[in-house]
């Protein structure tokens, strides 16, 4: 089971960036991913997540990015994405992906494997 995350960059606030999380050694559709983030000098917070397609492939962002921030999958790329539009200063972090290892799994889930993170930077 591998993850890896990728993306990252430094944006201006306002502006956009889609983190890809791409998977190998399993099928993700069928497992709940999450999208977790840490800023310099805080705590790993989560993001995001995608159900597996045995609980409707269900969403859900914190209340932080709502609106802002949406989650997918491309089942045939084997890849969950973030989408992150209007992007601020405080979304700064380094973003990483991770998958739960239970079959039919929903959010929120019990993440046991984690890619690397992606680091995001909003600044002007």
């Known amino acids: 089971v591998q993850l890896q995350a990728f993306g990252g960059g430094l944006v201006q606030p306002g502006g956009s960036l889609r983190l890809s999380c791409a998977a190998s050694g399993f099928t993700s559709e069928y497992y709940a991913i999450g999208w977790f983030r840490q800023a310099p000098g805080k705590e790993r917070e989560g993001v995001s997540c995608i159900s597996g397609i045995d609980n409707d492939g269900s969403t859900y962002v914190v209340d932080s990015v709502k609106g802002r921030f949406t989650v997918s999958r491309d089942n045939a790329k084997n890849t969950v994405y973030l989408q992150m539009n209007s992007l601020k200063p405080e979304d700064t972090a380094v973003y990483y992906c991770?998958?739960?290892?239970?079959?039919?799994?929903?959010?929120?889930?019990?993440?046991?494997?984690w890619g690397q993170g992606t680091e995001v930077t909003v600044s002007s």
């Open positions: 991770a998958t739960d290892s239970r079959v039919g799994s929903s959010c929120p889930g019990r993440y046991e494997y």
